[in-house]
């Protein structure tokens, strides 16, 4: 009766590489929200209130 080899260093490998792609999509996700909304908005409140700042300085 033959038996199956057990699979070595199978889960180790598939741990690395969900871990890998977790946090790399992760970093990703994270630089594409804070520069492509966060940074926007932020630059578009400052503007907003810099306009305000120099009609009430007139």
């Known amino acids: 009766m033959t038996t199956i080899a057990p699979i070595k260093g199978m889960i180790r490998k598939r741990l690395t590489f969900d871990l890998t ?21 932020v630059q578009q409140r400052d ?4 306009k305000l700042n120099a009609e009430k300085q007139e």
Do not use: D, N, T
């Not at 503007?47 to 810099?50: D, E, G, K, P, S």
């Open 21 to 41: 792609v977790a946090l790399g999509g992760g970093v990703v996700a994270a630089y594409a929200f804070w520069y492509g909304s966060h940074i926007p908005r």
């Open 47 to 50: 503007a907003f209130y810099a």
